[in-house]
């Protein structure tokens, strides 16, 4: 017994440098989206998405664990389909402990897994991919700095204070996937008004996450634009992608942890 809460002592001293207070959310938060695609230069709404978050257990330790899962709707699925499901566990205090990504974009069906440990004061991750083709491949790397994955950051970015950030301000970290790490940052691009689908206007924060993939140059991934208050809400999203562009707007919010105070209509 002796041992086994030493070796418990020794993982939480190790995991405690990628922990962060968390001042944005709390277990029960769960807000809602309409998607929308650029179809041919014209915008149609594509679906919904919804990102929820509740207090779990991982590994017999208490955690939390996000999910964010988007739907395409059956008109656009005739045309493409895409069917994201993202999950999460993070310690109470943030450390990245699990991350699971399946995606149905088209007829292909990928998942990243990525597995964090926190061996004598290091970041261990094993990574694994399952491809479109069905094959497996895995990899474990050992990192003497922190490292994340796309709903770990962002997370942790929702408790982050912009007070003093001018426009171009940039906060860079590691992004981890199924199969390889590659730098990344989160710039601010200031502040605008942005209204939701539920009819509100908020004051809002604009970041943009941007990713060096293979050292090819920065290429940006989504804009976020995240309530100007404690709560960080995303209210808006511009999504980059491969095969065009989408947004998601909010519709609905419940479980807030604070006062929306960023509501200016």
Known sequence: MMMMLLLLAATNHASAQCTFHNTAFKSGEFLSYNLYFNWKFVWVKAGTASFSIVQSVYNGSPAYRGS???????RVDKMFIMRDTLLCYN?????PLYYRKG???????????VFYNYPNGKCQIRQHRLRHDGRNAWEKHVFNDCIYDMMSIFLRARSFNPTGWKSGYDVNFPMADGNSVNPAK???EGKVNIKADNGHTYRCLQLSYMENENNEGFKKIVDFYVTDDANHIPVRLDMHL???S???FLVGM?????AVNAQVK
């Open 68 to 74: 964010l899962i988007t739907r395409s709707s059956n």
């Open 246 to 248: 989408a947004k998601a």
């Open 242 to 244: 491969k095969f065009g």
């Open 254 to 258: 419940k479980g807030i942890r604070s």
């Open 103 to 113: 995606a149905r974009e088209g007829s292909r069906y990928t998942v990243d897994e």
């Open 91 to 95: 310690s109470l205090d943030l450390a």
């Open 186 to 188: 989160l710039r601010f």
